[in-house]
């Protein structure tokens, strides 16, 4: 918390007049970065306790794949502090938190355990120490049955898909290949990746009258939240409020993840009728949460001398975890992006979302997306190595056109290509041809480093792959004395989206940032919600801010023509007032005169995205609004001998269309370019031989630091590039397609060690490109092994 000789947060300025370049927009500051900075913003662990709060801890799983033979909690329940020890049996109405429907999830474990961390009981104690001692106590006797840990095994076990397999296709891919003047085959491995939050999951949970439940969550789906809750409970989802006002990171870790802690807050709260609360340990948070899918990814391409794709066939093969959380649609969306910007004349692409006794991997920023376009860009490097070409111009020559070759595998046609135009800008603006030709210099005469260039693009779409999900709603109310109060459906997780809903009331009313309050999401006040994610929180819950102030604007207008007698078209809201005729009024002054006539200045807004279908039987529709473009150029330099590789530039040219908030919008791209670098180089997961996860904490897992940022970091926002579509204020999606310009890394690297053999062969470097991966790709090149199959 703040101290209290501290400033007040509105004391220092809340609005940056500058104009960043490539935004028409003004950018405002972050709304609660003033707080931030001062410690003062609050979330769930700083908020203070209701008298008696209990405080909970889980009972994990030590097992993989086991029956629960007994689970003795006698001595966990005689420990100091321990109020109550709570099982699956104690749970009054559906022991089920699957996101889908599947029936395949169990908030807490009975007869049997399909994970090693896989929740089996809640102990409820006086402190969270007492809590988390307690809980070791227990005594579990297990009878081991086989464990599926990865795709290879699996694949050999014949291990059950979590979701239907899913194939997208045009032409005819086998023959594509046969006919192709040259053809390829290969595998790469993608990693997982953990979400690392700043802050845990956590919920706290305070019971009320008559079976209300009021839960603070931090969660990026509040109304899912909510039903999981009323579900456990067996009470009408009306008794069930689910409330967050911020959260300190998601990254999609908190779409479905976060339901476990909320609902077993509210079932203590709901025993005990104390208040209740959840703050998982980050050991027990990375042990018991799911992550980013892995993949195998098996690809065979048919192309010409000439570097043109002819015919594609992909096999995209996911480590799932023990249930079917989200697998199924981000195991399609790694299909819709397998494409990424280039057009496949014959295509064929197929998905193996696998079972595998491990964490349920679940939503992280890209949605299966990122993994997909690896796979595009490896293919693109295969054919560039194969024909000697530079790769941009292999990607230059397979680009999606904007009248013809421009139909996508899912038969999508792709109306707003810009990849054509913005990789060569890219490319002249970075002297990406100089520096591709000064690196390959330096590699001539260099033993132990080597300098790699690359320059990749992003295609990605944008919306729901479930359709119904495309929606949002909002309340705005407007007071007497001309202050307005806005609520929606998004949640705010760090990224802006409530600045950003806040700036949509200022440009339509003409208001200043202190007329403006944003309130903490609530199932109570904006109903039937969809995720903050798919980076659709902007685009959907802007329309429906929108609509709520355009409703009382419409009322607001017509009172005023008719009150001064004037045009309605005379009526204009601007920053320096209300413009009436030739008078100009305070916005303070026409509301107060509104109440007095009895206008009504609350208003619900709703917005539901046009022109998408998707059928998941056939593999075809338009599942996206809109795509969002960029590229980028990394440079890296390579240590051969210990495997170590450094950033050492990175010019990024990306799509954000009219954007909303210029700052904002490059701090996400700055952001998600390090994350999606992290990603592909640094951040690996692995699991023991018994499915226990070793990298469970900071000390294990390593995200990037500050020095592993570039060190040239160029970010540029296209210029004169609203969108084609009908969005708020022409803006584009910033929240995945940035994490996408991190794979320029891993192409980097791969050119790099391509140098060991002259550029003949692909290196076919798999990811993460970790030191160790590193030197192992370097020692099979340089032993004249052929690349791994």
């Known amino acids: 918390m703040a101290d209290a000789n501290m400033p007040a947060a509105a004391a220092i300025p809340a609005v ?33 306790e209701p008298r008696g709060t209990l405080h909970l801890v889980p009972g994990l799983s030590t097992r993989a794949h086991a029956r629960v033979l007994s689970m003795d909690l006698s001595a966990v329940r005689q420990a100091e502090g321990v109020v109550g020890v709570y099982t699956a049996a104690d749970i009054p109405g559906d022991n089920q938190i699957s996101p889908v429907g599947k029936g395949d999830e169990p908030l807490l474990a009975t007869d049997l355990v399909a994970f090693y961390g896989q929740p089996l009981f809640v ?7 007492a809590a988390r001692r307690a809980a070791r106590l227990a005594r579990v006797e297990y009878e081991d049955l086989p464990a599926i840990l990865n795709v ?53 949970a305070r019971p009320g009258e008559e079976g209300e439940m009021h839960v603070i969550s931090s969660t990026q789906h509040p109304t899912e ?22 959260m300190g990171g998601g990254f999609g870790g908190k779409e479905t993840q976060a339901n476990a802690c909320a609902c077993l807050a509210a079932l203590v709260a709901d025993r005990t009728g104390r208040a209740a609360k959840m703050r998982l340990d980050r050991d027990d948070d990375m042990t018991m949460t799911g992550k980013r899918h892995d993949f195998v990814i098996d690809y065979d391409v048919g192309f010409t001398d000439e570097g043109r794709i002819m015919a594609v066939d992909m096999v995209l093969a996911a480590r799932c975890g023990w249930s079917a959380d989200l697998s199924g649609p981000v195991i399609d969306r790694a299909l819709f992006h397998a494409d990424n910007a280039y057009f496949y004349p014959d295509v064929r692409l197929r998905s193996e979302p696998l079972r595998t006794n491990t964490q349920s991997n679940t939503a992280y920023r890209g949605f299966g997306g990122p993994q997909g376009i690896v796979a595009a860009e490896r293919v693109i490097e295969e054919v560039a190595f194969a024909t000697g070409l530079d790769p941009l111009e292999v990607r230059l020559r397979n680009v999606y056109g904007t009248h013809d ?4 595998p899912y038969n999508m046609v792709v109306e707003d290509s810009i990849t054509h135009d913005l990789l060569p800008q890219l490319a002249r603006r970075c ?11 330096f590699n001539a005469g260099s033993r132990h480093l080597r300098r790699g260039i690359a320059i990749t693009p992003v295609k990605f779409g944008i919306s729901f792959t479930a359709t119904h999900y495309n929606q949002a709603g909002a309340l705005v109310h407007v007071y007497t004395d001309g202050s307005v109060q806005v609520n929606h459906g998004g949640t705010e997780m760090g990224q802006g989206l409530h600045t950003k809903m806040v700036q949509v009331v200022m440009r339509e009313l003409g208001l200043g940032t202190d007329r403006v309050r944003i309130t903490a999401t609530t199932t109570g006040k904006v109903p039937n919600t969809s995720a903050t994610a798919a980076s659709s929180g902007a685009d959907l819950n802007g329309m429906a801010v929108l609509d709520a102030v355009r409703r009382i604007k419409r009322r607001l207008v017509e009172f005023a023509a008719a009150h001064w007698n004037v045009g309605e078209d005379e009526v204009r809201f601007l920053p320096d007032g209300v413009h009436v005729g030739h008078k100009v009024i305070a916005f303070a002054h026409l509301t107060r005169q509104a109440y007095f006539a009895r206008i009504s200045m609350s208003a619900n807004g709703f917005y539901k995205t046009p022109k998408i279908s998707w059928n998941g039987d ?32 990175v010019d990024i040219l990306h799509d954000a269309g009219e954007s909303l908030n210029p700052v904002l919008d490059i701090g996400q791209i700055e952001g998600g370019f390090v994350q999606g670098a992290g990603w592909l180089t640094c951040e690996e997961l692995v699991w023991d031989g018994a499915g226990r996860l070793r990298t469970h904490a900071p000390s294990t897992y390593k995200i990037p630091a500050c020095s592993d940022r570039p060190r040239v ?77």
């Open 405 to 408: 070759r421009n139909v996508t």
């Open 225 to 246: 939240t909510q039903h999981m809750i009323a579900h456990v409970l067996d009470r009408p989802s009306n008794l069930i409020t689910t409330e967050v006002r911020r």
């Open 713 to 789: 970091f160029n970010v540029d926002l296209l210029e004169n590039a609203p969108n084609r579509e009908h969005t708020i204020f022409r803006s584009k999606a910033v929240g995945e397609p940035p994490f996408v310009h991190g794979v320029s890394v891993l192409q980097a690297i791969s050119d790099a060690l391509a140098s060991l053999d002259g550029y003949r062969t692909c290196p076919r470097l798999d990811a993460p490109a970790t030191p160790e991966m590193i030197l192992r790709t370097v020692e099979r090149m340089r032993n004249g092994a052929p690349p791994a199959a």
């Open 152 to 204: 290879a095994q699996a694949r050999e076990a014949g291990s059950p898909m979590v979701w239907r397999p899913m194939e997208m296709k045009r032409g005819d891919a086998q023959a594509g290949l046969a006919h192709a003047p040259r053809r390829l085959s290969g595998r790469m491995t993608v990693g997982g990746q953990e979400h690392f939050y700043l802050e845990g999951q956590i919920a706290l």
């Open 123 to 129: 102990v409820a104690a006086t402190t969270r120490g």
């Open 16 to 48: 940056a007049d500058t104009i960043v370049p490539g935004g028409a927009s003004r950018s405002l500051r972050h709304e609660s970065a003033a707080m931030h900075v001062q410690g003062s913003a609050s979330y769930i662990d700083d908020l203070p």
């Open 618 to 649: 056939t593999g075809q529709g338009r599942p996206f609004y809109y795509f969002a473009y960029g590229a980028a150029c990394s440079e890296v330099i390579v240590d051969l001998v210990t495997g170590e590789m450094k950033i050492e530039r």
């Open 431 to 441: 002297h990406y041809t100089q520096r591709r030709a000064a690196a390959r210099a």
